[in-house]
Structure formats: C-alpha cells, structure tokens
C-alpha cells in the first residue's frame, strides 16, 4: 500500500515511518510532506492509497480558521455534508480511514466500480477536487472513525 506521511516536524514524520515500518512489508511510504497544502501538491496527479496525517497538524489548521489563499478548501460546511446520503456518508468516513477503492468495496460488501461512482458523488456534492481531499475533509471533521467494522488484511 502506497502513503503519504503528513507531520509538521520530520521528527513527527520519522516516528511515523518508523510506526508503520513494522506493521506489514506491503506499507510503503512514497512521500512526505510537512503541511495539507504540500501534501495535496505533493501528490500531484498520483493518489496515494492512504495518508497518514499528525492529528495536531490538523486541529492546528482548523482552529486557526484561515488557509493560504492557494490552498484548497478541505473542510466542506455541516450543509454540504447533510446532503450525502448514508451509504456516501459511509464511502466518506472510509475515505477518511485513508482505505482504497478494493478496501472499501470489501468493507461496504459493493463493487470497486460502485465505489468510484459514490467517491465521484461525494466529491461532486463536497466540492472537493480528489479523493485525498476528501479523506482530508473526513478527517477533519471526526468522520474516519465510523461504525463500519473492517476487516484486517491478511499478513
């Protein structure tokens, strides 16, 4: 599985990487960056499948209230998000859990292909860009940690 580490400090993203090290060989970290705005630059047009983001880093972002004007906007409003119906609801939440398309099609027990068309949905009524920022926004908004039980990859 491909991640992205987000941290403020190298020392944070160090203990990251050394974290997920022993975890499983399949984890691979691709790049590293110290901000979301970097990060989402930092994945240019490649997605990683999961992004590993320093919890301080985002409720920092959050309560400071304003972004760089270059930044995206990664926290929709409570009105946008109402308008998710609930199985979107559970493709954002899994989509703040950092999981893939294959990931979340085992855990919600639906197609990939149905999968990407909930992820174009969510995306559409958020006004996000990509699915990196959705995960981001789901994050942000306590949304990663759901009711959907998931099943661990076999080792």
């Known amino acids: 599985m491909r991640i992205l580490l987000v941290g403020k400090y190298k020392l944070t993203r160090d203990g990251l990487r ?13 790049a590293e ?3 979301l705005p970097e990060a989402v630059a930092e994945c ?10 320093e919890y301080a880093l985002v409720a920092e972002g ?8 270059d930044a995206p906007q990664v926290r929709p409003d409570d009105a946008r998000l109402d ?11 899994l989509l703040g859990r950092g999981l893939s398309n294959a ?26 860009e990509s699915r990196l920022q959705a995960g981001i926004a789901a994050y942000a908004h306590h949304i990663g940690a759901g009711s959907v ?7």
């Open 44 to 53: 240019g047009g490649s997605v990683p499948e999961a992004v590993v983001i």
């Open 18 to 30: 050394f974290g997920l090290a022993g975890r499983r060989a399949e984890l691979e970290v691709v």
């Open 62 to 69: 959050l309560s400071a209230g304003a972004a760089p004007d």
């Open 103 to 128: 990931a979340i099609a085992r855990a919600l027990s639906i197609t990939e292909r149905t999968v990407k068309s909930y992820v174009g949905r969510v995306l559409a009524k958020l006004g996000l």
């Open 83 to 93: 308008q998710l119906t609930p199985r979107e609801r559970d493709v954002f939440r």
């Open 33 to 35: 960056a110290s901000s």
């Open 149 to 155: 039980r998931l099943p661990l990859p076999p080792a």
